[in-house]
T-cell receptor, first 111, second 114 residues
Framework: GEDVEQSLFLSVREGDSSVINCTYT??????LYWYKQEPGAGLQLLTY?????DMKQDQRLTVLLNKKDKHLSLRIADTQTGDSAIYFC???????????FGKGTKLSVKP | DTEVTQTPKHLVMGMTNKKSLKCEQH?????MYWYKQKAKKPPELMFV???????INESVPSRFSPECPNSSLLNLHLHALQPEDSALYLC?????????????FGSGTQLSVL
């Protein structure tokens, strides 16, 4: 079945870049997603990438996709304290719009 | 309007209570979802509705009963829950059920079962 793996924790200093990594197993996934969850809140869709792309940039966010290695990364430039949250990588599961989430990476930003 | 609204934000209930969680969206989305998220875990799918019909039930116990009265509303009726059902319940919606659909989530209902 599908599986999505992420490292659990990342700590960076304010102003540095953050890189959150994810690996997935379903090679038929057409879209891969990054969601952000702040404490006690729902999930906010940050960005997504289509599987025929290698890179997508959206302001401070850069998504890199290595389809051969099934590796996805999210780079946050100039990380701010407001970026502290849990970041979930997700891939579409099957054909009915469901998502399979990784366990989430907790990003801590130190001033 | 890209919002999915969930009420209540917090709910405490006893094991003999009956309560309902509500979810509303006005984006014209035709697919709606219930996810359950335990602390420090990723969300797990419970139910999917498409065009107001139940499309997926991920072997959820019958003490959870979903209902989709119309295309904008999704309810989750709760009865005789157990303490281990305490979790954040997230509602989501998407345009349809295609594999490339983006899901938009509500803020969730934090449920505590005593």
């Amino acid at each position: 079945g599908e599986d999505v793996e992420q490292s659990l924790f990342l700590s960076v200093r304010e102003g540095d870049s953050s890189v959150i990594n994810c690996t997935y197993t379903d090679s038929s996934s057409t879209y891969l997603y990054w969601y952000k969850q702040e404490p006690g809140a729902g999930l906010q869709l940050l960005t997504y990438i289509f599987s025929n792309m290698d890179m997508k940039q959206d302001q401070r966010l850069t998504v890199l996709l290595n389809k051969k290695d099934k590796h996805l990364s999210l780079r946050i430039a100039d990380t701010q304290t407001g970026d502290s949250a849990i970041y979930f990588c997700a891939e579409a599961a099957g054909s009915q719009g469901n998502l399979i989430f990784g366990k989430g990476t907790k990003l801590s930003v130190k001033p | 309007d890209t919002e999915v609204t969930q009420t209540p934000k917090h709910l405490v209930m006893g094991m003999t209570n009956k309560k309902s969680l509500k979810c509303e969206q006005h984006m014209g989305h035709r697919a709606m979802y219930w996810y359950k998220q335990k602390a420090k875990k990723p969300p797990e799918l419970m139910f999917v509705y498409s065009y107001e019909k139940l499309s997926i039930n991920e072997s959820v116990p019958s003490r959870f009963s979903p209902e989709c009265p119309n295309s904008s509303l999704l309810n989750l009726h709760l009865h005789a829950l157990q303490p281990e059902d305490s979790a954040l319940y997230l509602c989501a919606s998407s345009q349809g059920l295609n594999i490339n659909e983006k899901l938009f989530f509500g803020s969730g209902t934090q449920l505590s079962v005593l």
